[in-house]
């Protein structure tokens, strides 16, 4: 897959071929005027994918909403579901197929209880009916009213197309684009002008690094300062302490239940967990009852080098491990690299500041959102659309900076611990092994966490005044990349590892 665009007035239009036609498609890339809250950047999900399962989920939901709006839900008599590109290239193995049924059941991907996903889903195979947003039953055939194409649709490589076949014989469709994080859109882009309002009511806009810099610079604020006042204008403090609590309550407890947890991934792979032994070996015989007296249990252990990086590892490990068996995990900035940033924040918590508290875990996460929105507004996000350096590359940059923060950096430190971070991962492709969230998915997010903490080490040691590469650049240089990068290396599971090494090998 290759991009370009044009410039029609002062807007960039993005287009990519795909390599299977050589047809010319439009593309998405989102408007670096858009406003992206913390909140936008981490939020609570299901595994294993943020784009391929939570996306999906959500374009359900919003596709019900929208025949309800229009009066059409009473009326509908069946429906079917097409999923395009790497969206039914990779889909079986990220659970699109799930993700998509359990949205148009009507459930909410942040609360319901995963413990009921697969019985539901036994049940629908078994009964051929679905339960419409759990009130209207139609007949549902699973295997045949979801249907992969492998062809990609126009504007972004995750397109799905939801249809529905009214009593009066009418049909009506919708398309949906999964672009990342979990975000969805429209083609038309409807929300684009709510998030250009929310933009405009910051009182720092920040749309490139140096932006957020200048205003730093002006104020004489740290980055996480200037990032909650511009969420003040969002929404009230209490709420924004609630959520950004929520969300390392969810982290948290993905750490806890990782290493709590044994036995083999779903998918075929036969991939055993390695969380639940390295936490084994590490922990000793430490006594603890909760996810919070772990934390302090920890705090006692050894801090030789090699178990600091043990630590960091199986923290990180836990996490995709329990995003691999469909479990609840923060996307951070997408399920894929959901590991990197909780592993770096507890390392800071159990190793670098034993005294670490909610307003150390409030700043780390305000400054990790914002260097993510970064990202997502002058590259992308999805590795369907930049390979992996798209997502271990920004969470590994979005938790380098936040740890440098903590840590005592200035603002000009905490963008170049970012720089350092995605530097160091441009061209990582997205390659995973019969299209699951697993191999190398689950080890990445160690390396990209280990690479976060020695990004933030060197940029302390830094004097920004000897800066080469500013942080906007390796941003540009990385979205370049990811259009010079072939289709096969970008979540379809048609290059790289996953078709150097198959099922039997493992």
């Not at 071929?17 to 981490?42: A, G, P, Q, W, Y």
């Not at 007949?139 to 009593?167: C, M, S, V, W, Y």
């Not at 909610?358 to 780390?364: A, G, P, R, T």
């Amino acid at each position: 897959m290759e991009y370009f665009h044009i410039i029609i007035g002062n807007i960039p239009i993005y287009f990519f071929t795909n390599s299977r036609t050589d047809k010319v498609h439009l593309c998405h890339k989102i408007n670096t005027m858009e406003s992206i809250s913390v909140f936008d950047m981490l939020s609570i999900g299901i595994g294993p994918s943020s784009s391929h399962t939570l996306g999906p989920w959500r374009a359900a939901n919003l596709w019900i909403k929208k025949l309800q709006q229009r009066e059409l839900f009473t009326g509908v008599a069946s429906v079917k579901v097409n999923l395009y590109g790497s969206l039914s290239l990779t889909g079986k193995g990220h659970a699109t197929d799930i993700a998509v049924v359990m949205g148009l059941m009507g459930t909410d991907p942040v609360t319901y209880d995963i413990e009921n996903i697969q019985p539901e889903i036994e049940a629908l195979k078994k009964n051929n009916t679905l339960k419409l947003n759990n009130e209207k039953p139609i007949d549902f055939n699973f295997k045949e009213q979801i249907i992969f194409n492998r062809k990609f649709l126009d504007f972004h490589p995750n397109g799905i197309t939801f249809e529905a076949t009214l009593r009066n014989g009418k049909k009506t469709r919708d398309t949906y684009y999964s672009i990342g994080g979990g975000f969805v859109v429209q083609k038309e882009r409807a929300r684009a002008k709510r998030q250009k309002e929310k933009f405009n009511s910051f009182p720092y806009k920040v749309s490139k690094a140096t932006e957020l810099l200048e205003h730093c610079t002006a104020e004489g604020l740290s980055i996480s300062e200037l990032v909650l006042k511009n969420e003040l204008s969002l929404r009230a403090p209490e709420r924004i302490d609630a959520k950004l609590s929520a969300i390392w309550d969810v982290m948290l407890d993905s750490m806890y239940v990782g290493c709590h947890t044994e036995g083999i991934l779903p998918g075929g792979l036969n991939v055993r967990r390695r969380a639940f032994e390295t936490h084994e070996k590490l922990k000793g015989d430490i006594p603890y009852s909760s996810a919070v007296e772990w934390i302090k249990a920890i705090r006692g252990t050894e801090v030789k080098f090699r178990q600091i990086l043990k630590w960091v590892s199986c923290f990180a490990l836990a996490v995709n491990e329990v995003n691999a068996s469909l479990g609840r995990v923060v996307t951070a900035p997408t399920n894929g690299s959901a590991g990197v940033i909780p592993a770096v924040l507890m390392y800071y918590l159990v190793i670098e500041n034993h005294d670490g508290n909610f307003e150390d875990i409030k700043k780390f996460l305000l400054v990790s959102g914002e260097i993510g929105s970064l990202f997502k507004k002058n590259a992308t996000i999805s590795a369907a659309m930049g390979g992996c350096q798209a997502e271990i590359g920004v969470s590994s940059a979005m938790a380098a900076a936040a740890l440098t923060e903590l840590m005592g950096g200035s603002p000009a430190q905490v963008l170049i611990a970012a720089e350092i971070a995605m530097e160091h991962h441009l061209g990582l492709t997205c390659d995973p092994i019969a299209g699951l969230v697993q191999i190398p998915c689950i080890e990445r997010n160690a390396m990209g966490a280990i690479k976060a903490i020695n990004a933030c080490e060197m940029a302390l040691d830094r004097d920004p005044k000897d800066v080469k590469i500013p942080l906007d650049k390796v941003i540009a240089t990385m979205w370049e990349t990811a259009k010079d990068m072939t289709s096969k290396y970008k979540e379809t599971s048609e290059g790289g590892l996953a078709v150097q090494v198959n099922m039997s090998d493992c």
